[in-house]
């Protein structure tokens, strides 16, 4: 039977098992408007049909659309690698939540030993009359031990396990959200290209036909040549256009193919035939900024990974404390014949208790601190910066629409014009870039 001190000593461990060391993490408190600038239109806007948040693509009514985002997301690269971390933070949750239970192990051995007789203890045996040079050991035990989380460090470090787990989940759907999101922009951007293209194209012909008239005219003296001139200058503007446009919707195509996990090129024969541009669908009522916020994942990954830091604060300052441990024994050995293990003169059992403090460390255990409160504060910045900047985005978004009177068949054409008039726009900076230079020589 254990002494009274011992098990009074177990008992006050299970009770301050309860406590652990360090902040307990609070959610960070974001200021944000009622509603959105706007937001009225937007919930309200006209749309030719209603979109299923969870595939909202579909709601665009182009099934072409919806099968490219359903490759993108079957066999984007991004989306494989977020699934594998959160199978390693899943791995790394496990093992938090193994850390916390006691372990067990079985052992066992047999062993033939041949005594040496010029050591102290083969001369002692020597002189023992009968004594054999040869021996037999067999045992077989099995042990179990458990680290008592007195001061809650273990706990702290799976409730930073779990915050990265459920940070991964989050980041696992941002990831899934945002290969959707670019998908259907490229490829309604391809849309937008190929009228913009459309429309050039008849405006060279038509410019052409223009200048014909124009020549005529000056030939027979009933036009001037500035009229001429006029008419040259603005087919030459206007077939300057046409190959910007060309350049970018072949880059807008190979990105949609990397976009699918595709060699640039592999659907280029699907994109070519010239379709309408998918009309927005309606949005549904999204709540207040600040609920419209909390769903978001990305702002769920960098609030999770604020809980971690505040997490590993704790488990950094439990190692100021002492760590206890329990271990038992209970097992058979037996120098005499394999057939005497698990008798009653064979059985063993031993209890111990553990316990280990750390003296010094030349600061290590501070560094440590010091560096999970920097985490934590990075975090924190960056969590109310992303809910900032989203908030903003969201208020820009909202703003955007209400300047829109009323709903409108072409809604989808006007979300794709920015997308494209911004690709463009840089190519045909590109462009001109080698040409500065020529001059600037």
Known sequence: MLPRHIVALYIAAGLLTGCAVGPDYVRPDVSMPEQFQGQASVEHRHAAASADLTTWWTGFGDPQL?????LALDQNLDLAQAA??????????????????????????????YQSVE??????????????RHGNQYEADLTASWEVDVFGGLRRGREAALADYQASEAGAAATRLAVAAQTADIYITIRGLQARLNVAQRQVQTQ??????INLLYGKGLAAELQVKQAEGALAQ???????????????????DVMMGAQPGTHRAELMETRDIPVAPQIAATGSPGELLRRRPDLIVAERRLAASNARIGAAIAEYYPKLSLSGLIGSATSVASGNLFTSGANQAAGVF?????????GRINAQIDQAKGQKAEGGVSACRTARDRGRGECFFGTRQARRSGGYPGSGRRLAE???NGLVRRLSERRRQPDRSAASR
């Open 119 to 132: 050591t102290p203890l083969g001369r002692i045996l020597n002189s023992t009359p009968g004594f054999d």
């Open 208 to 213: 052409q036909d223009l200048l014909s008239t």
């Open 354 to 362: 553990g316990l280990r403090w750390r003296l010094f460390d030349f």
């Open 66 to 70: 919806t099968r490219f985002v359903a």
């Open 84 to 113: 594998a971390r959160v199978a390693q933070a899943r791995a790394g949750l496990g093992a938090a939540n193994a850390a916390l239970l006691p372990s067990a192990n079985v052992s066992g051995q047999a062993a033939r030993v």
């Open 418 to 420: 920015p997308c494209a």
């Open 238 to 256: 206007v077939r300057a256009s046409v190959p910007v446009l060309e350049t970018g919707l072949d880059a807008a195509m190979n990105a949609l």
